[in-house]
């Protein structure tokens, strides 16, 4: 890749240009519409871990200690992430294609994918997830590795204090849980409504380089259990409350599961994300916006949708670092492996939860006739007694009974335009 974007600096193959003279890239960021905060370098134990030399400060001479230690590192990368995930991914991983034997590694899922978290200190078994960041060192790394085999000691102690000096997230739930142990000394131990609501700040300034601090990303609120919690909020319970699933518009969904990636605790997609559009009657080189629904411009879309997000942060690209020379943008995400296609396989999945959402609460706006289900009931043979609520997939969800019946119209449309097909049947055999 040696073609580098005039937007945003992502690295290319020539062929993937949208216009002739390779000014226009539409893959990374539609073609300037996109624009983020580049990724901060990381702390100087994850290039270490990772093998890469990605530290673009302070370079790192490897040796082969450390290629041995990264291959370790690598092969458990999974593992050491769960181990200080806020979060836990709930997801049934098909292990037909991950456990065969020999070949490359793959993460392949089945069924719904959904980010859940518990209260801050655990009821009566061991510490897990974000209860682990309220216990010393030692003691946090002995749990660590009770639940995760295989992990080395002095890698978990090592990422404990990085995370504990640089995640945001951490600074906010010691400070929430701290919230709640005073809350909860005021309405009595035995009251499980006494939470706390993180709010994230989507209104923060996302076109900086400076890392963000705790005030900048959530404010910590007080909750009594008297007012309505917004799917968007995180709600913290001090002990019991259960499991409570994260949405996917929540701009934490992937720092608190991906703490590796996002060691900062840089926040990811949310709703509130704008397209950088051209201003009012200003030229816009003839580029085509996205069509859909969110907020409007002439018809157009304006909102960044979460799958632009994720490509924007997918792409290698040379950026101009703080010292004000020229160099790669950190690839903590790049380099992660295992992790990395996991973490490819959660995008893909809350995109795709996230667009079936918006199809179940839009179904009036979908509907071109007035048949509100009749006609699919009819074709599906159903009788009144069975039928229900039911969801109409648009012909833009890829496998939907609509989306086959408009390709084999497409199909009979070219025939008519070109003659009727001809088969070419070739048969070999080995000799």
Known sequence: MDVECPKCGALHWKSECVSNNCEKFGMCCFS????????????PLLPSLLG?????????????????????????????????AFASVGVRVDETVTGAPGGPYSFRIQGQLSHRMGSLLPTDRPPVYAQLYFHDTDAATTFRQEGNRGADVVVLADLHAMLLEHNTFVTIYCSAHDILAQQQRIHGVANPTVTCRLILDANADQHRYNRPTANEVAAIIPNSGDGVDSSRDIVLHLQAGG????????????????????????PGWHPGLKLDLPAAGAANDNDELEEGGGDNNGGKRTRLTQSRWGAFRIHQRKIRLPNGQRGNEPTT?????????????????????????????????LRSKLYSGLADAQQNGEDAASIGQCVILPSSVVGSPHFMLQIYQDSMALTRFFGHCDYFITVTANP
Request: charged share 20%; proline share 9%.
């Open 333 to 365: 995400i790049l380099c992660a492996g295992r992790l990395f296609q996991q973490f490819l396989v959660d995008l893909w999945a809350s995109c795709q939860q996230n667009n079936m959402r918006w199809i179940r609460e839009n179904q009036t706006k």
């Open 32 to 43: 300037g519409k996109v624009k983020l905060p580049y990724l901060h370098p990381p702390p």
């Open 52 to 84: 890469s030399d990605q530290d673009v400060l302070n370079p790192i001479r490897r040796t082969p200690d450390m290629n041995k230690a990264t291959n370790s590192f690598q092969s458990l990368i999974r593992r050491y992430n769960s181990a200080f």
């Open 243 to 266: 499991l409570r699933r994260i949405s996917e518009i929540n701009a934490a969904y992937f720092p608190l599961a991906y703490p590796l990636l996002f060691p900062y605790g840089e």
